[in-house]
Nanobody, 130 residues
């Protein structure tokens, strides 16, 4: 059974940094693409970034200038380094993963395709105070 577990969220002051982690279990990590999205309750989900097994990345067009997505295949772990955080970055961050890569695309402007992505984590809260 594939599971994704996020960690690393928390509270930080504006201008600070956090590193989110997402650990994948239940499948061979290297065959997956993985990504991050974020969502505040009652609002539309936003893309953050995706990374494929070959290391290629896809970021949201705006709002992720201080963010870097990376992966450690040996640890089956995805990371999101977030620097220069702003209060508007306050929300829940969700990890996603799948082996399926539809012809229409699995990630659009850093947003995992919610129609075709099967595996999601429970989310980790990030709070940035001004």
């Amino acid at each position: 059974q594939v599971q994704l577990v996020e960690s690393g969220g928390g509270s930080v002051q504006a201008g600070g940094s956090l590193r989110l982690s997402c650990t994948l279990s239940g499948y061979t990590y290297s065959s997956y693409w993985m990504g991050w999205s974020r969502q505040t309750q009652g609002e539309e989900r936003e893309g953050v970034a995706c990374i494929d097994s070959d290391g290629s990345t896809n970021y949201a067009d705006t709002g992720t200038g201080g963010f870097t997505i990376s992966q450690d295949n040996a640890k089956n772990t995805l990371y999101l380094q977030m620097n220069n955080l702003k209060p508007e970055d306050t929300t829940m961050y969700y990890c996603a993963a799948d082996t399926f890569r539809p012809l229409a695309g699995y990630c659009f402007s850093g947003r995992p395709n919610e129609q075709t992505t099967n595996y999601w984590g429970q989310g980790t809260q990030v709070t940035v105070s001004s």
